[in-house]
């Protein structure tokens, strides 16, 4: 027998990628038993990472209603960044104290990928974020902090699905992601210098909070980002 949190896991990854990608929109419902139907688990597994999806502020559950995938509110957002920063940090300096040759190796292998994406002119920028956003989980494993890890995922998720909002409604351009900050991220954990790590990780988070404004924030006057920003939903695909 399939052990049931490992399903639960299974369905939280598939629907928490859904929702960060914008493949479910924000105001999408979401209907356990199509889900069911569709990854053939029971609802036991469904339901519980539902409940973690809108732990992490990421779905909405409404007694008698059913879920729906939470907006994208401005607030929300520049508080998840504000709390994130000086985290990325400390993600940063314990990384680089206990980094294993492993991790390096996998974070390279990331950085060879970047590479190659940055060589093609017509590379989606969706794509691009991704690989940062795979690299920066990278890190925060490296930690070896189980309660650290679990913070920057809950945070991660809305300020990646904040930015893959501004890649699909704004001009923002892929070369805005400073992939270099990365690379002299990784140079610093192979170093083992937890100063300059920190630093660099902080930095980072901190131009990324600036591009979403000049993008986002500062362009909308919305309460909330939601089903009518987004117009066709599925379109944005």
């Given amino acids: 027998m399939v052990n ?3 399903l639960t896991n299974k369905v939280f990854d598939v629907l928490r990628y859904r929702i960060v990608s914008l493949e479910y929109y924000p105001g999408m419902k979401l209907i356990d038993k199509d889900i069911c139907d569709e990854m053939k688990v029971s609802r036991t597994p469904v339901r519980n990472a539902l409940k973690k999806l809108h732990d992490m502020g ?10 729906k995938v939470s907006v994208i509110d ?12 000086p985290l990325e940090e400390l993600a940063g300096r314990e990384a680089a104290k206990n980094v294993s040759e492993d991790e390096l190796v996998e974070m390279e292998k990331i950085l060879n990928t970047v590479k190659e994406v940055e060589e093609n002119p017509d590379s989606d920028p969706a794509k691009r974020l991704a690989l940062g ?8 494993m490296a930690t070896n902090n189980r309660i ?10 809305r300020c990646i699905r904040a930015f893959n909002y501004a890649i699909r409604t704004t001009q923002m351009a892929p070369d805005d992601y400073n992939f270099e900050q990365i690379q002299e991220i990784y140079l610093a954990l192979k170093k083992r210098d937890s100063d300059l790590a920190g630093r660099l990780c902080r930095e980072h988070v901190e131009k990324a909070m600036a591009i979403l404004g000049n993008h986002i924030m500062s362009v909308l006057h919305h309460e909330e980002w939601g089903m009518g920003n987004l ?3 599925r379109a944005l695909k």
Avoid: W
């Fill in 4 to 6: 049931k949190q490992l």
């Fill in 74 to 85: 401005l607030e929300d957002i520049k508080s998840a960044f504000m709390v994130r920063i």
């Fill in 58 to 67: 990421l779905v909405t559950i409404l007694p008698r209603f059913g879920t």
């Fill in 231 to 233: 117009s066709n939903g």
């Fill in 133 to 140: 956003t795979n690299f920066h989980q990278k890190v925060y």
């Fill in 148 to 157: 650290l890890c679990d913070f920057m995922e809950r945070l991660s998720g």
